[in-house]
């Protein structure tokens, strides 16, 4: 069974950091797009970022507010991505979700069929 395990949120203050690992079973990583995803109070999950080895390899950044504080990165060795948050600001606050899929990478929350459990991420102010 493909399956994923997110982890590592929690509460920060505004400014610090975060690292969200993403640990897959049941399937490579580097065979999947791998998505991140947030869902705050109230609103639709949103896409964060996307990385994939299909075609376009390399991150893809969905939500210009993390541009240049949020890396994602994978580690073959260990079937695991990461999501590295920096500066991170109250509005980062929410569930974050990392999702697999084996097409390409996609916004779309449609476009995934696996998804892990979701970590919380609280960016006090």
């Known amino acids: 069974d493909v399956q994923l395990q997110a982890s590592g949120g929690g509460l920060v203050q505004a400014g610090g950091s975060l690292r969200l690992s993403c640990a897959g079973s049941g399937f490579r990583i580097d065979d999947y797009a791998i998505g991140w995803f947030r869902q705050a109070p109230g609103k639709e999950r949103e896409a964060v970022v996307c990385?994939?080895?299909?075609?376009?390899?390399?991150?893809?950044y969905y939500e210009d507010s993390v541009k240049g504080r949020f890396t994602m990165s994978s580690d073959s060795a260990k079937n695991t991505v990461y999501l590295q948050m920096n500066s991170l600001k109250p509005e980062d606050t929410a569930v974050y979700y990392c999702?697999?899929?084996?097409?390409?990478?996609?916004?779309?929350?449609?476009?995934?069929?696996?998804w892990g459990q979701g970590t919380q991420v609280t960016v006090s102010s």
């Open positions: 990385i994939s080895d299909i075609a376009s390899p390399g991150a893809r």
């Open positions: 999702a697999a899929d084996q097409g390409y990478c996609s916004a779309y929350t449609r476009s995934y069929n696996y």
